[in-house]
């Protein structure tokens, strides 16, 4: 206070102005802002998945587009009532129900009852998301947990209606199978090519299997409109479908390297999971390292499941498994702040033990350091 008047004394007589204080407002934190919303992020999603779902509509009818929209309906109305009894913030707005939706309907078959879609929603939306804090706060992917849970509990997740049959009804409830079909994983398992289908027929998906697994070339042109747009990278993707690649070239079960390593990436929900289930921001690391080791862990996990397990798909156990090992892997990832040091361990002190000699020399530097106090 001294310091203050002495110094507006000085500036009075020296006819100098009084510097004034001023106080500058801060805004709370984050000081720099993004433009990009949740729902900006899942509008993309949407669009990347839309092509999909039209080429599902157009393979099995409009069997399909009720599905989806049931899923979807079930979604945003669990997780509306969620937020609601649990006294949250009401966050459908932010499209991220409705893209768990469509992917719920995906991971179905056609042939699915009606009410599969509601059931699959509820464990997604109310277990495996809001119990655990909602988005951004779940362990595990809701879609993946979702299908798990559908395929381990009804049979009629591994039939599949014949695409070359009669489409089936759009609104009946529990449809009857006009005929059943293998899909392509099932000959693969057996280590033989599938019959009638040749590579275009894979790409173009001209066969059998959930409604979002049979158009790998929508799907792949949806996942690089992703990366594209800066939504996901290219780690987890990549280094996914590249493993699966690389073993199925190295170790094939048929006499065709190339074939079998195709078919290995077209069939079943590679692709799918690849771009869309397995880049998920909360269930997935965070690092460009940590992304590239869950991809391959993934990728390993998927090709044994095909490989040696009875379970005809992998990716979708293979997508759970890691998720329970991402803190592990972001902490093995983690990167050392800029001019961090880490820290290293003093050594131990020894205790000396005190001699006639050492003690007389304290005792003189005692009396010396009394007399120099004096």
Known sequence: MNDNNDNENINSSMNLPTPSLQLTQTSMSPHVRYSETTATIMSRVLIALLPSLVWAVVIFGYRALTLTLISVTSCVLFEFLCQKIMRRTVRVGDLSAVVSGM????????????????????????????????????????????????????????????????????????????????????????????????????????HSGYLGEISSLLLLAGGIYLIVRKVITWHIPISFIGTVALIAFLFPQTANHVEFTAHQILSGGLILTAFFMATDYSTSP???????????????????????????????FAIMIMNTLVWYIDRLTKPIKFGGVKAKSKPPTEKLTETPEMSEASEASAVNESEGEE
């Open 103 to 206: 992917l719920i309907a995906f991971v179905l078959p056609v042939n699915a009852p009606l009410w599969t879609p509601v059931i699959g929603a509820a464990f997604a939306i109310i277990i495996v998301k809001q119990l655990f804090g909602g988005i951004g706060k779940n362990i595990f992917n809701p879609t993946v947990a979702a299908w798990v849970f559908l395929y381990l509990c009804f049979d009629f997740m591994r039939v599949f209606q014949d695409i070359n049959e009669p489409l089936l009804p759009a609104f009946e409830i529990s449809p009857e199978i006009i005929a059943e079909t293998a899909v392509p994983l099932v000959f693969l398992k057996d280590g033989v090519p599938p019959p009638s289908l040749n590579m275009l027929d894979m790409i173009l998906g001209q």
């Open 286 to 316: 965070i690092s460009k390292s940590g992304k590239l080791i869950f991809g391959v862990g993934c990728g390993l996990i998927t090709i044994s499941i095909r490989y040696f397990a009875s379970s005809l798909e992998g990716v979708f």
